[in-house]
Each structure stands twice: as structure tokens, then as C-alpha cells.
């Protein structure tokens, strides 16, 4: 069922479709924590339906934004979103897979990565392969390897990565950025509140950075 959603930010506003996967507060202390250069090309990998290249457009001074989705029901939403918004000289969307990134846009074609990845791992928690809901929650379309591997391929030397992520793989998420020439300089954790654990973290990562890592203040979410 598709509903209108008002993004409470410059006018914007959202189809989204309940039976397939609704946009939560992790986009949107993404979309906080990325940082784009005037002018500059940023991707979104996994777009969905386009809430993060929506909320970066009045966020940004970025020139072009990308959003990569592989799902075409998703991709066709993010278009009508687009549209809804009156953006599209501003916002591509495209359908395709984001472990054929590199061949789809070429060597450092993006100033700017940023990435809300499935945060389950193959096989962990699986309820249906099938279902919309669990392509976007689990690693089932691509792993966290995928995006790193394609990032380093899409960037030119200082560009960044940002990502959310959970914080229990976040000694797994490092060694794979690093693998790959990607070296964290910034972490942020977001906690439900001053008593509670972290249930969320905010990584940007450099290609070509070097050791060095930032954790900023921590981000209390609203309840």
C-alpha cells in the first residue's frame, strides 16, 4: 500500500510502500553525517526509495546525486519520487546491482559514497529469502565486502564512504574498509538513550587515508 510521507524538510515528501521496506531514523542520521563538496557526485548504494538522495538534495550542495537500486519495484518508486519532488536535474536513480558498481559507472566517477547496507549477515535470522523487507535487512543481494570492494573502485584517492552500520561488526566492517584501501577517520554512536548501549554506528571512511580515527560525541536518538 503506498502512502505520502511529508520529510519535515524543504517541502519534501515521500511515497513509500508499506508492504515493501519504509525509510527509518538510521537514513536519516546518515543523511546528517554525510559531507559532499559543493559541486560535487555522490552515489548511494541501495537506494530504496530514494529517501537518502532526497534528504541529501536539500542537504548538500552536491551537483548530482545517484541512487543504485537493484530492486526494480524500489527503483521504480524512487523515480516517482524524484518526480514528486521536481529534482530530476538533480537525482538519477538507476536500477542495477551494486556488485557491478564499478563497470556501471567507471573508475572514480563519485566524489562521495554513501551506503545503508543490510546489517544482517547471510543466514543469521533469515524469516523469508523471498519478501522485500528481508533483501533490505539481509546480506542476501550482496555482502558488506561488496560495498567496500566497489566503493574503493568508484572513488578517486580522499574520497569518502559513509555508512551506518550496527556496532557489534564494527571490528569486522574496519578490516574489510581497510582491505580495500579505505581507512575510517570519523565514528559516531547513536544510543536510544544516556542509560542504553549504542544500537547504531556512523562511519566515514577515506580511500587512500591515513591511520587515524575520530569518534565524535555521541548521537542520542528521539524516542
Known sequence: ?????????????????SERFCFGSDAVILSDFVRVEKGGRLLDMGCGNGVLPLLLSAKTEAAELV?????????????RNVELNGLKDRIRIVCGD?????ELFGREAFSAICCNPPYIADGAGLLSESSPKALARHELLCRFEDVARES??????????????RPERLA????????????VKRLR????GTEHAAVLVLIEALKGGRPGMKTEAPLLLET
Open 1 to 17: 500500500m503506498i502512502r505520502e510521507d511529508d520529510l519535515q524538510l524543504n517541502g519534501l515528501r515521500i511515497l513509500q510502500d
Open 67 to 79: 541512487g543504485l537500486e537493484i530492486q526494480k519495484e524500489s527503483a521504480a518508486l524512487a523515480e
Open 98 to 102: 551494486l556488485r557491478e558498481a564499478g
Open 152 to 165: 574503493e573502485k568508484l572513488l578517486p584517492h580522499g574520497g569518502s564512504l559513509f555508512l551506518v552500520h
Open 172 to 183: 569486522e566492517l574496519i578490516v574489510t574498509l581497510r582491505k580495500y584501501r579505505l581507512e
Open 189 to 192: 554512536f547513536a544510543h536510544p
